[in-house]
């Protein structure tokens, strides 16, 4: 109803100052409103939640989050000014130009999604640039899990050399939660968003320290409120108060996966975030991975999966068996088949964007 801009919408077209999209990769791209007072707000949230991270007045910060169309440019941008930071708008775009860049310019904190900031890594690599030695010291993620996933989280921080953050939105809700400088999980904006965890399949509350699905309302939004949105977001909440005195409840362990990404393998739960995290602490392995869904993995007469195939690609001094020995520990952790293929070194597409970790073929 209403086109363009649906029945979501809740002030006038002349009140409204900027339209994001969604990626419309399920379909037709969604649009989502803000007003001059959701722009401002929008910016002072993400500015407190860098400055709890490390960022201040005169520090270089570059962001690499792509600019077209998408939410996440323009939103740290706005923040990173709002603390005083020089801001270099690098977007996802031209990897060489941007390693130069931090390395020209002294950059402290750079912010992408999580699967642009392992390319740049990796393409540092081959440049010979060593990221541990610039003056990178923060690493901020969103758009995609990642930050929060230990395997990943190690792995970029000991490449980048910097420690590295969490930062949780979605279109829709901008932000919903962001690590502070202690990296205990996602700190979720109470002040700005109501929250509740819910089963997936009574829609009841569920207690805090159990998975449940994410559900929002806004408290503080003018173009386009959201009530219980169905974020879609598999999460598990603590309102313990962190060692730092913050008092709004964290996201423990991030986002851990969503409801529709889960694949049941024999009665087991599995999300994609659980085999990414064991994937990349497992040595012998580059950062890329991709989850396999076709018919070797389905039993023939049910269509149920039976196992899971996965793609990953070796490093140089990876061991010959390296499909055998990271076969057996998925099982062992996860208590699921899986069908391992190791690729050579750059065989799997890099991403500059959000990255696509199950395909059915």
């Known amino acids: 109803?209403?086109?363009?801009?649906?029945?979501?919408?809740?002030?006038?077209?002349?009140?409204?100052?900027?339209?994001?999209?969604?990626?419309?990769?399920?379909?037709?791209?969604?649009?989502?409103?803000?007003?001059?007072?959701?722009?401002?707000?929008?910016?002072?949230?993400?500015?407190?939640?860098?400055?709890?991270?490390?960022?201040?007045?005169?520090?270089?910060?570059?962001?690499?989050?792509?600019?077209?169309?998408?939410?996440?440019?323009?939103?740290?941008?706005?923040?990173?000014?709002?603390?005083?930071?020089?801001?270099?708008?690098?977007?996802?775009?031209?990897?060489?130009?941007?390693?130069?860049?931090?390395?020209?310019?002294?950059?402290?904190?750079?912010?992408?999604?999580?699967?642009?900031?392992?390319?740049?890594?990796?393409?540092?690599?081959?440049?010979?640039?060593?990221?541990?030695?610039?003056?990178?010291?923060?690493?901020?993620?969103?758009?995609?899990?990642?930050?929060?996933?230990?395997?990943?989280?190690?792995?970029?921080?000991?490449?980048?050399?910097?420690?590295?953050?969490?930062?949780?939105?979605?279109?829709?809700?901008?932000?919903?939660?962001?690590?502070?400088?202690?990296?205990?999980?996602?700190?979720?904006?109470?002040?700005?968003?109501?929250?509740?965890?819910?089963?997936p399949d009574t829609l009841d509350p569920v207690e805090d320290g159990q998975r449940g699905v994410l559900v929002l309302t806004h408290l503080d939004k003018e173009a386009c409120p959201l009530v219980r949105w169905w974020t879609g977001d598999v999460v598990v909440r603590d309102r313990t108060p962190t060692p730092d005195g913050r008092t709004h409840a964290t996201l423990k362990g991030g986002v851990l996966g969503r409801s529709d990404d889960m694949l049941i393998v024999r009665g087991v739960n599995l999300f994609p975030s659980a085999v990414e995290d064991i994937v990349r602490s497992f040595p012998g392995t580059t950062n890329e991975y991709v989850l396999v869904i076709d018919d070797s993995v389905k039993d023939p007469k049910s269509g149920f999966l039976t196992g899971v195939k996965l793609r990953v690609e070796r490093t140089d001094d990876a061991p010959q068996d390296l499909g055998e020995k990271l076969s057996y520990r998925l099982r062992e952790r996860l208590q699921v088949r899986f069908v391992v293929e190791v690729l050579p070194a750059g065989s799997l597409p890099r991403t500059v964007h959000k990255a696509k970790r199950v395909i059915t073929e």
């Open 1 to 199: 109803e209403d086109p363009p801009f649906g029945t979501m919408r809740a002030v006038e077209l002349n009140e409204a100052v900027r339209v994001h999209f969604s990626s419309g990769t399920t379909g037709r791209p969604s649009p989502v409103l803000w007003s001059k007072r959701d722009i401002e707000r929008w910016a002072d949230l993400y500015a407190r939640y860098l400055y709890a991270q490390g960022l201040r007045a005169g520090d270089v910060f570059q962001c690499m989050f792509n600019y077209s169309w998408f939410v996440g440019g323009l939103g740290a941008t706005l923040a990173a000014q709002h603390i005083g930071a020089l801001v270099i708008p690098g977007g996802s775009v031209d990897t060489k130009r941007q390693i130069e860049t931090i390395k020209e310019y002294g950059t402290k904190c750079v912010i992408g999604t999580p699967s642009f900031m392992a390319h740049v890594a990796e393409a540092a690599e081959e440049m010979g640039v060593d990221l541990a030695a610039s003056t990178v010291s923060m690493v901020c993620v969103g758009g995609e899990p990642g930050a929060s996933i230990p395997g990943t989280r190690e792995r970029l921080e000991r490449m980048w050399g910097a420690k590295m953050f969490d930062c949780y939105g979605a279109l829709e809700c901008q932000p919903i939660g962001w690590d502070t400088a202690l990296q205990v999980g996602p700190q979720i904006a109470e002040d700005f968003i109501y929250v509740e965890i819910l089963d």
